[in-house]
């Protein structure tokens, strides 16, 4: 990891511009390169107690317990396949539901509250921080 994080942070000014005038708000790069000198700083953590302390500890992978995070994973990439495909909304109303059922959620105010946010989300980014994200299919979305 530390050494994607490096050739990550080589390449991000050529992957990320810069605005091409100063606009007073922050650079694009600073959460990319945050998150990478971060990770960077956990891999030598890493490096160094797995060399120095030499605390050698064997874990074994157990599909009982590991089954639920990787269904959220899939569960996650599905969301990232439905937004891009189809749009945010119809994504959030189909992946949010699942997991909520599948996380053992009952009530039906949280289905309607996760529902109402993310709606509610889409319309912040698009009118509040002038973001576009992949909207309705056929609404100009």
């Known amino acids: 990891m530390g050494l994607l994080s490096v050739a990550m942070l080589l390449a991000m000014p050529s992957q990320v511009r810069l ?9 694009p ?4 390169g945050v998150c990478l000198v971060g990770v960077l700083i956990c891999s030598a953590a890493l490096l160094v107690q797995s060399l120095v302390f030499k605390k050698d500890k064997i874990i074994e992978f157990d599909w009982k317990k590991e089954k639920p995070c990787i269904f959220m994973i899939i569960l ?31 009530k039906p ?6 529902l109402v946010s993310g709606i509610g989300i889409f319309y912040l980014f698009r009118y509040v921080f002038h973001v576009s994200l992949p909207g309705f299919p056929g609404f100009g979305g």
Do not use: K, Q
């Open 76 to 106: 996650l990439c599905l969301f990232t396949a439905l937004t891009i495909n189809v749009g945010f909304v119809p994504a959030v109303v189909v992946v949010f539901p699942v997991m909520l059922f599948y996380c053992g959620e009952r």
């Open 19 to 27: 605005p091409m005038y100063d606009s007073g708000a922050p650079s």
């Open 109 to 114: 105010f949280i289905y309607i509250f996760t």
């Open 29 to 32: 790069r600073i959460i990319p």
